[in-house]
């Protein structure tokens, strides 16, 4: 074994339905509008054009439930997405052999301090200010694509304090599941342990302290969240 100068950090890894093994994650990967309305929402063309992606950190997810408000900011809101699990990579994969890269799916929330994301928007600085601060990324627990298939369609909803802020389908995508997953590897080299948030619908909204979110993707899972 290896002799390292300070001891090595733990493995980022997520917990797995009905499993007590655990998904170790790599890099997380971000899709940014790609939903329309949500696009038009943010005062953008809601064309297709070519995506962009941003990251979060592996260590930014969180499994417990629970979201501490996060410091220097006044401005946080909630968007639920569709997290996508891989379980191989590569580079240049065909659109049509990408969904045989996906271990399976969970439901996720990119928490985002949306006033300092604005501020970096407008100085053309990076986004991580405002999207990988810790614990901005709360997850449900992940689910094998062997057990609910490849979900292209269905349901997507956030309550807040039991109130529906956001809804959608997955049918909406403007860049489908297969798509990322051929684009990103055009500039990255994907690998086991890769995982893509893939964008969120219309509705985004602040929250506070008090609040309850509930995600729900319609055969995927849902996701309970308090903020405290």
Request: proline share 7%.
């Amino acid at each position: 074994m290896p002799a390292y100068i300070i001891d090595p950090p733990a493995v980022n890894a997520a917990p797995v339905k009905g499993s007590d093994k655990l998904f170790p994650v790599r890099r997380v990967y971000c899709i940014g509008r790609n939903y329309a309305a949500h696009a038009i929402e943010m005062g953008h063309d809601p064309n297709r054009e070519p995506p962009f992606f941003f990251q979060k950190n592996p260590d930014n997810m969180d499994f417990t439930g629970k979201f501490p408000y996060p410091t220097k900011t006044k401005d946080v809101h909630h968007e639920i997405e569709l997290v996508v699990a891989l379980s191989k990579g590569g580079t240049n994969i065909a659109i049509d052999k990408a969904l045989d890269h996906v271990w399976g799916y969970a439901v996720g929330l990119d928490m985002t301090r949306r006033d300092l994301q604005g501020i970096a928007k407008d100085m053309g600085r990076p986004w991580e200010i405002g999207k990988a601060f810790e614990r901005s990324a709360p997850m449900s627990a992940f689910v094998p694509a062997s057990q609910i298939g490849h979900p292209s369609s269905g349901k997507v909803e956030l309550k807040v304090n039991g109130k529906v802020k956001q809804t959608g389908d997955m049918n909406q995508m403007i860049w489908k599941v297969p798509e990322m997953i051929s684009y990103l590897s055009e500039y990255f080299e994907l690998k086991a342990g890769d995982i893509i948030m893939t964008g969120t619908p219309s509705g985004v909204a602040a929250v506070v302290a008090g609040d309850t979110m509930e995600a729900t993707i319609e055969g995927v899972g849902e996701l309970k969240v308090s903020v405290v």
